[in-house]
């Protein structure tokens, strides 16, 4: 297992970029594929992206193709999540999770992060 942290939530504006990293512990970081989820008040924890251990092997949820790009960092232990052109009103918790390969199905995820929450002014 591995645990993870994420972090850079916050209050934005339409149009604004932000970068969420998360962090991981342990030497065998480089062992996962990572993803980044995300939950709206209400909604099932949608797919946003993944990456593969190697960093080689990435995709995204239609829906943020093109504005959103999950990158990783071994050597920090780190993946992020970069989000431009944010859409104004709504708030949902992002989490990034750790499984055995880059998918966009939640339950083959076996560690998550405990989230961090972005909120969108209007």
């Known amino acids: 297992q591995v645990r993870l942290v994420e972090s850079g939530g916050g209050l934005v504006q339409a149009g604004d970029s932000l970068r969420l990293p998360c962090i991981a512990s342990?030497?065998?970081?480089?062992?996962?594929?990572m993803g980044w989820f995300r939950q709206a008040p209400g909604k099932e924890r949608e797919f946003v992206a993944a990456?593969?251990?190697?960093?080689?092997?990435?995709y995204c949820a239609d829906s943020v193709k093109g504005r959103f790009t999950i990158s990783r960092d071994n050597a920090k232990n780190k993946v992020g999540l970069a989000m431009n052109s944010l859409e104004s009103g709504g708030t949902a918790v992002y989490y990034c999770?750790?499984?055995?390969?880059?998918?966009?199905?939640?339950?083959?995820?076996?560690?998550w992060g405990p989230g961090t929450q972005v909120t969108g002014s209007s």
């Open positions: 999770a750790a499984g055995p390969f880059a998918t966009s199905s939640r339950r083959a995820y076996a560690d």
């Open positions: 342990g030497r065998t970081f480089r062992d996962y594929a």
């Open positions: 990456i593969g251990r190697s960093g080689g092997t990435t």
